[in-house]
């Protein structure tokens, strides 16, 4: 996958293979990585979604010298070759997975982490509202950055349970 290449922003059909969140059994969570106290609230997030569910996680590093403190897979800007090919294999095999939601609990659209959303195998994608979200999730929320991630991910489930 190349950072460069044009890549369809159009989800593969989407109502063909749509499954109520209360059906589904795979979860994917994209975020960067920001401090501990994020890092909790997306512990907290996988907590309220229940143990039935098998939840896969990628964390991207905006700080290439620092290591985040997360277990889960990361990324960074190294894991991208000149030409912008991915070179993570965590990041590669995320994209391949075939989740119910994929969850991207960041406010915005990082650069680096936009060619995961476009290309992910997720048969629906859960975001926060933005200009750079059209066409990529099925599902946006619009809330203010100041509302906290707490608020976020609060929505995102009220939302998704909600889809019938």
Excluded at 5 to 15: A, C, I, L, P, V
Excluded at 51 to 61: A, G, H, I
Aim: aromatic letters at 12%.
């Amino acid at each position: 996958m190349s950072l460069f290449e044009k890549s369809s922003t159009h989800n593969r059909s989407s109502q063909d293979s749509f499954k109520l969140f209360s059906e589904s059994v795979k979860i994917g969570i994209l975020y960067s990585w920001e401090d501990n106290q994020k890092e909790k609230s997306i512990r907290e997030f996988v907590a309220s979604i229940g143990n039935e569910k098998s939840v896969s996680f990628l964390c991207f590093n905006p700080i290439k010298k620092i290591q985040p403190a997360t277990e889960n897979p990361t990324f960074s800007k190294a894991d991208f070759n000149f030409f912008g090919k991915m070179q993570s294999q965590a990041a590669l095999s995320f994209i391949e997975e075939p989740f119910d939601y994929l969850f991207h609990l960041d406010f915005e659209i990082n650069p680096l982490i936009k060619p995961i959303l476009t290309k992910s195998k997720a048969n629906w994608k859960v975001g926060c509202h933005s200009d750079d979200g059209e066409g990529i999730y099925d599902l946006m929320i619009k809330i203010n950055k100041s509302a906290g991630l707490k608020n976020l991910s609060d929505q995102m489930l009220i939302y998704v349970n909600a889809l019938k």
